[in-house]
């Protein structure tokens, strides 16, 4: 049935539709962290193929998801029985005004292309950590990365995008244009419409310069609270993030990994502000350099096979010597998970905290925890695993960052999104997509709730 009904769909289509069977179906069917089987996906080349999926999926009843990347944990770029839209090939990197800084950035493009793109114009944006990572998938999310201290989030340079609303409209998006619409998607996640374009203020940036200096996991405790503090006194222009790594067998030992990115290539400011990282505790290696910022971004780690991540994370208003002595006594050690505590702060604290949909930013940290599951796990099961993994900091923390979040749960979303924000959301989401077309996305349950 949903075979002849797909063949139709693409004679109205410049894009292509892949049906299962294919080999291109059997390359795009699952995401980063979900295996999927969807009905069909469709490789939209067009705003009008768009318009057309979307009136497919609404006629047919079909679950919809929309891709950019495909790197996002909670797998909603792909689905069982339903829909996909593919946006690889709204992938464009385009300096819009040299003298202003503005470019435009296809939904579709992946974050390590995109860099490298700005990087030949001396250019950067506040964006992921990995190459793969989408970039509409991450901005729509609000965007934590190298430059979230100097440079505030990804959406806080973002003055502008395309999208195509549920019922087929193609707007532009602004503080002056649907204000209210461009107040949600900073943050507020794919569930008002097809964002297939961001107009961004970049950054010039020449150069960075990175790297990192690995300690004693026995040490844990102290490095963690010595970093702390040199995060407290560093220059907004030091970005940096620590790892409690508790392993791989014998092969790969246990570790507290600091790692860094200084805004800017003037050495001598850089060496000041980066020694006191280099002196938190015995110090094992340690690797500094200058590099473009693109360079920063690595390629993405995948779960092991046969395994998912169903991790969690949270926010740490501050990072007490209470939470640093349970990140030190649960995370890191051998046989314990691991965790990520990213510093916070600068540019990202100054803009209110209701100026965009996201909501957390008076937070020090945001801390990381992933958890695995087996790829067939049920939801039951991975909120058991989830829930034994992040135990230890649940009472600790507070909110979730929808970019990090692996499932879709009522919960999860709850925590992302305070009770002003989510309400706020929610009239947004009936505005505009008042059937719930998009309801594979964060806050599906929005517009169910609205006219309850």
């Known amino acids: 049935m949903h075979t002849e009904r797909f063949a139709e769909l693409s004679q109205h289509i410049a894009g292509e539709v892949i049906m299962p069977g294919s080999e291109t179906y059997e390359?795009?069917?699952?995401?980063?962290?979900?295996?999927?089987?969807?009905?069909?996906?469709?490789?939209?080349?067009?705003?009008?193929?768009?318009?057309?999926?979307?009136?497919?999926?609404?006629?047919?009843?079909?679950?919809?998801?929309?891709?950019?990347?495909?790197?996002?944990?909670?797998?909603?770029?792909?689905?069982?029985?339903?829909l996909v839209i593919d946006l690889a090939a709204f992938h464009q990197v385009e300096i819009l005004d040299p003298k202003r800084h503005l470019v435009r950035l296809g939904a579709g493009a992946h974050w390590g292309e995109a860099a490298q793109a700005l990087a030949e114009h001396g250019l950067a944006i506040s964006s992921g950590d990995t190459k793969q990572v989408g970039v509409g998938g991450l901005t729509l999310g609000g965007g934590i990365g190298w430059l979230?201290?100097?440079?505030?989030?990804?959406?806080?340079?973002?003055?502008?995008?395309?999208?195509?609303?549920?019922?087929?409209?193609?707007?532009?998006?602004?503080?002056?244009?649907?204000?209210?619409?461009?107040?949600?998607?900073?943050?507020?996640?794919g569930n008002f419409g097809v964002v297939t374009s961001f107009d961004f203020y970049a950054i010039p940036c020449p150069a960075v310069i990175g790297g990192s200096v690995i300690y004693d996991v026995a040490e844990a405790e102290s490095v963690l609270a010595a970093w702390a503090q040199a995060m407290r006194e560093a220059p907004e222009e030091l970005n940096s993030t620590i790892l409690l790594f508790s392993g791989f067998g014998a092969q790969v030992p246990p570790r507290v990994s600091v790692l860094f990115c200084y805004a800017g290539d003037a050495q001598a400011k850089a060496d000041a502000a980066i020694q006191p990282l280099l002196h938190?505790?015995?110090?094992?290696?340690?690797?500094?350099?200058?590099?473009?910022?693109?360079?920063?971004?690595?390629?993405?780690?995948?779960?092991?096979?046969?395994?998912?991540?169903?991790?969690?994370?949270?926010?740490?208003?501050?990072?007490?010597?209470?939470?640093?002595?349970?990140?030190?006594?649960?995370?890191?050690?051998?046989?314990?998970?691991?965790?990520?505590i990213r510093s916070l702060g600068g540019a990202m604290a100054r803009v209110r905290s209701q100026a965009t949909a996201f909501a957390h930013r008076e937070s020090e940290a945001l801390v990381i925890v992933p958890a695995f599951a087996p790829v067939s796990a049920g939801e039951v099961q991975a909120q058991q695993i989830r829930q034994a993994a992040w135990g230890p900091l649940a009472a600790l923390s507070r909110g979730a960052f929808v970019n990090f979040l692996t499932d879709a749960s009522q919960a999860s979303v709850a925590a992302a999104y305070p009770d002003e924000t989510f309400a706020r959301l929610a009239s947004i989401k009936a505005t505009y997509d008042p059937d719930n077309l998009f309801n594979q996305n964060w806050k599906s349950k929005l517009a169910v709730k609205t006219q309850a």
Request: aromatic share 4%; with cysteine; proline share 6%.
């Open 148 to 189: 979230v201290r100097t440079h505030g989030l990804t959406i806080d340079s973002l003055c502008a995008a395309e999208l195509v609303t549920a019922d087929g409209r193609i707007l532009r998006v602004s503080v002056e244009e649907h204000p209210d619409l461009f107040w949600a998607i900073r943050g507020g996640g």
């Open 280 to 340: 938190l505790g015995t110090v094992q290696t340690q690797h500094i350099q200058k590099m473009p910022y693109h360079a920063m971004l690595e390629d993405a780690v995948s779960p092991p096979p046969g395994l998912k991540n169903v991790g969690h994370n949270g926010f740490l208003k501050t990072l007490s010597n209470e939470a640093i002595a349970v990140l030190a006594a649960n995370y890191g050690q051998p046989g314990k998970p691991i965790a990520q």
């Open 27 to 82: 390359h795009l069917r699952n995401v980063f962290n979900q295996t999927g089987s969807p009905a069909g996906i469709v490789k939209a080349q067009t705003h009008q193929d768009i318009v057309e999926a979307l009136r497919f999926a609404r006629e047919q009843e079909l679950p919809l998801s929309v891709r950019s990347g495909g790197h996002g944990l909670s797998g909603q770029a792909t689905n069982t029985e339903g």
